[in-house]
């Protein structure tokens, strides 16, 4: 399909935003607060817009600057995924392009000539690119709708998505007056807002906040036992054929998982920053345009992402801080079907990044900040109760009722009085001098003859062999769950031998008394007998229950799901065709309700959610051929 701007369809301009929304989007109602937001842009107002991932933040400045005069001018540090946005609003029938070095020079000139004669609704640039004198002079003659700003909270020096040329965005507020600026951002807590109104120059702005929950993600934190086998077991029970996204903190654990993934028979892909720029690029490429692929990736891969199917977010390794974490879980189930969250962490996490901790370089400040962070995510961890209400907490939102959408929702952890138990295990940490590491600790309790504990004379001090009511994995569990709460250390030398603490001393001298989480012997959520060595996953019909079930209950009617199956068929030839992923042709929700409804002409094709104008032109003929192609259903076999 040619995709260059002046053969795309031009709508005649609608002149009210429900309009717009429903004959470009082909959405019928707006969400949350958007309607208000895009009001307020509309009208020439400045504002910072704080939503969820997958909350509609993008439509907040799409639609106004369709409404006003001009272009609108989108500032994004994502080079490698303004293609995608573009060719997604050209899909829609929006005339949008961008401008960054990859692009040739005869078509960054063809680009610049359309903006100045007014032929562009949007146009997408990189910071720095905006930031060059000769697109600033650019921008200056031609006439502007709006300037949005995403991914906001990179102005901010505290966060970890820093970007130096963000500070130097103020620029749009001394050189474009009259020219009303959204910053948008789905992380950031108040210092953070703080900065991105100050640094914008939003001070007379409004700031619109939406929840942060994302209540269709399930919440899962499992204690680490069989490590990958763990994972495999986790996405072959529950994801079989699923896009998903796996993070480990190193380069080598995410080759070594991807390759694991492999072996078993999953499409899984790697992404650090030491592969090659253009393997990386071509894996990212790759899991945004097929359907079913997992990556596995260092945190380096994902802001950004938009891809609306992605199923679960996978963590092998503790995150640093509960922002990371709630940021990238977050890019599961942009689309609002359900979605997972899979945590799985052990003793030897708590230990290392207690280590880290203690012998790090940073001044006492920094160490605080760390500090907290790392208490924050581990309490996160460890807590027996609803586990959306803590995180949400820490974002300042509090949730009346339990959610009832996390592990320790649906399934209360089993708690017990802990004091005898860690009374022994902190007593007997002292006796061996606070020399000693998780191992050698437990191997004492356990009254382990080891010729180590003999040498160091061990087997005949008093705490020898008193731990026999609990097994290896029971101690692990305890000294976890006794490191996670601060009431063991680790040494500043980076040895990893444990100590006590000043917390620890009423647990010790009998002052105090402590609940401990049983850890779950084996956590099954799900469906059983369907293994991790599944052979090759089913490429054609991914997911399609869970998603049909999330729609409409749909799950009993197989000539649905086999419909929808076909859909999908037809939607990846048509992506493929287009050079584009195949969430940009139609979302799965939209399919989903083309399968249950069975639209026959293009009127109730049209009602479809999802479905506006443009593509009822570009791709109603052919969706609804496939449709009308099935036989009926009496004379279809019977199942
Ligand atoms: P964000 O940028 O906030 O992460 P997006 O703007 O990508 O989220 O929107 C998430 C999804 O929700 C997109 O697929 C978008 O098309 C859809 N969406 C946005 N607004 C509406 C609406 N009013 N009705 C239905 N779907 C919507
Ligand atoms: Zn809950």
């Not at 998505?161 to 965005?169: T, V």
């Not at 077991?233 to 896009?243: L, S």
């Not at 419909?563 to 939607?571: E, H, P, S, V, Y």
């Not at 051929?625 to 004379?635: D, K």
């Amino acid at each position: 399909m040619d995709m260059t701007p002046s053969s795309v369809y031009i709508l005649a301009m609608p002149n009210s935003a429900l309009d717009i929304l429903k004959d470009v989007f082909g959405y019928d109602t707006f969400r949350g607060r958007q309607a208000e937001i895009i009001a307020h842009v509309a009208g020439g107002g400045d504002c910072l817009v704080l939503m969820p991932t997958g909350g509609g933040k993008s439509l907040c400045y799409q639609l106004p600057a369709l409404l006003r005069p001009g272009t609108g001018v989108v500032i994004s540090p994502l080079i490698a995924l303004m293609q995608d946005q573009v060719a997604a609003m050209r899909q829609l029938g929006v005339r949008a392009a961008f401008l960054n070095s990859t692009l040739p020079a005869a078509d960054q000139r063809r680009i610049e000539t359309l903006l100045r004669q007014r032929e562009l609704d949007l146009l997408y640039l990189a910071p720095e690119r905006l930031l060059q004198e000769r697109t600033l002079a650019l921008l200056e003659q031609s006439e502007l709708a709006l300037f949005a700003i995403d991914e906001a909270h990179c102005v901010s020096q505290w966060g970890h998505d820093f970007r130096p040329e963000y500070l130097r965005l103020d620029v749009l507020e001394q050189r474009f007056t009259a020219v009303p600026r959204l910053a948008c951002t789905a992380t950031a807590d108040q210092r953070t807002q703080d900065e991105i109104v100050a640094k914008l120059g939003l001070t007379d702005g409004r700031v619109f906040v939406t929840g942060f929950d994302r209540p269709n993600i399930r919440y899962r934190v499992v204690p680490r036992t069989g490590g990958r086998a763990q994972l495999l077991r986790f996405i072959g029970r529950e994801y079989p054929t699923a896009a998903g996204i796996v993070y480990c903190l190193s380069r080598r654990r995410v080759e070594q998982t991807a390759d694991y993934l492999c072996e078993h028979g999953f499409r899984a892909l790697p992404y650090h920053a030491g592969l090659p720029n253009s393997l990386r690029k071509q894996n990212q490429q790759r899991f945004l345009r097929e359907d079913g692929l997992i990556i596995v990736a260092t945190i380096a891969f994902g802001m950004g992402i938009d891809k609306p199917d992605v199923r679960f977010v996978a963590h092998l390794d503790l995150p640093r801080s509960l922002e990371a974490y709630y940021q990238e879980t977050g890019r599961a189930g942009r689309d609002g079907l359900p979605a997972t969250a899979y945590l799985t962490y052990g003793l030897q996490d708590v230990i290392l990044l207690r280590r880290l901790l203690e012998t790090s370089e940073a001044d006492d400040r920094h160490k605080r900040i760390e500090r907290q962070r790392l208490e924050a995510m581990l309490g996160y961890c460890e807590v027996a109760s609803c586990r959306r209400r803590v995180l949400l907490g820490h974002f300042g939102e509090q949730l009346a009722e339990p959610c009832g959408n996390c592990d320790t929702c649906l399934t209360p952890p089993e708690t017990f009085d802990g004091t005898v138990v860690a009374q022994k295990a902190l007593s007997c940490v002292a006796r061996t001098g606070q020399r000693f590491g998780a191992l050698y600790v437990i191997d004492v309790l356990l009254g382990k003859q080891t010729a180590r504990i003999e040498r160091f004379g061990h087997d005949r001090i008093s705490t020898f062999g008193i731990g026999s009511e609990l097994d290896r994995t029971g101690w692990r569990s305890v000294l976890r769950q006794l490191m996670a709460r601060g009431l063991l250390t680790v040494d500043r030398e980076g040895i990893g031998s444990l100590q006590l603490t000043e917390a620890s001393q009423p647990l010790l001298q009998g002052e105090a008394t402590l609940e401990l989480r049983r850890d779950p012997l084996h956590v099954t959520i799900g469906r059983t007998g369907r293994a991790g060595r599944t052979g090759s996953r089913r490429q054609d019909s991914a997911d399609e229950p869970l998603v049909l079930k999330a729609v409409a209950g749909a799950l009993d009617r197989p000539e649905v799901s086999e419909r929808f199956a076909r859909l999908r068929t037809l939607r990846r030839r048509l992506a493929a065709e287009a050079g584009v992923p195949p969430y940009v042709v139609f979302h799965d929700k939209t399919l989903a309700a083309m399968a249950i409804h069975r639209p026959v002409d293009k009127e109730q094709f049209l009602a479809i959610s999802g479905v506006g104008q443009v593509k009822l032109t570009t791709y109603g003929d052919q969706f609804l051929a496939e449709l009308n192609a099935e036989p009926p259903a009496a004379e279809r076999p019977a199942d």
